[in-house]
């Protein structure tokens, strides 16, 4: 099973017209304001001997933080222009980037393989999924995290859908970061709080640690506040019974 054709259009020519510059696409807000907090969230249940995964790492912005977390840090991406963007950021060369189609298991399995385990960190993928997409994206968290790793699980929930109506319908229409979005038709989808866990627990996740937060963006309202989106967190570690070894 692989990423649909639209899917992998919509993310390449998103990325192939982006520069890469951090902070230009809608999401990419600093680190400081989205790892970071993650991190800290994280922190009780995670080993930090471990290296981390950053799934859907984009311009590798957040990837190139959970560096100076972890002893390694790899970022993989579906859009080869994006892991393209993200290796040119990354000047000091303190993580690695690749190209990974997250519902290419057998993918997935060859960089487990690769790092052994790991820990993962999943911010906003699952709801940017095809929804047929979106339990293999969650097996993959299950497929890297071996028994020791924990996963970081952050999307946005149906409360979401106001905050960007509200940004949508600015007097003079949306802004550039949001027409973006659109043109390439890159459709954030509801993904109901109920949702999540099931689709964690089928994937064979265990969760661990839940909670409500704010995924700050990197467009600002018109008063100059920032845009954050209401979010559902979740710690998650591959669940006793389907561990490796059991």
């Known amino acids: 099973m692989s990423a649909s054709e639209r899917y992998v259009r919509a993310w390449e020519g998103f990325w192939a017209e982006n520069t890469g510059e951090p902070g230009e696409p809608f999401w990419d807000a600093d680190a400081t304001l989205t790892a970071a ?15 981390i995964v950053d799934l859907g790492c984009g311009n590798g912005t957040q990837t190139r933080y959970l560096a100076g977390h972890f002893p390694r840090a790899v970022g993989v991406d579906l859009s080869a222009a994006a892991v393209a963007h993200a290796r040119r950021a ?9 190209q990974l189609d997250l519902t290419d298991l057998e993918g997935v399995r060859r960089l487990g393989d690769r790092i052994g385990e790991a820990n993962v960190y999943l ?25 020791r790793g924990r996963g970081f699980v952050v999307e946005p929930t149906a409360a979401a859908k ?11 229409g949306p802004p550039e970061k949001l027409r973006q979005v659109r043109k390439h038709q890159l459709r954030p989808a509801e993904v109901a709080s109920g949702e999540l866990p099931e689709l964690l627990h089928e994937a064979g996740l265990e969760i661990l640690d839940q909670g409500e937060s704010d995924l700050a963006m990197s467009e600002r309202h018109p ?9 559902h967190w979740f710690v998650v570690a591959v669940a006793e019974a389907v561990r490796p070894g059991s």
């Open 123 to 147: 911010r906003a993928v699952l709801h940017q999924s095809d929804p047929d997409d979106r339990v293999p994206v969650a097996e993959a968290v299950s497929l890297l995290l071996g028994r």
């Open 162 to 172: 106001a905050v960007l109506q509200q940004v949508a319908e600015r007097p003079g």
């Open 37 to 51: 907090p993650h991190i800290a969230l994280f922190a009780a249940h995670v080993d930090r001997t471990l290296p």
């Open 90 to 98: 990354d000047r000091d060369a303190v993580a690695e980037f690749e």
């Open 223 to 231: 008063d100059g506040t920032r845009v954050a989106l209401p979010a």
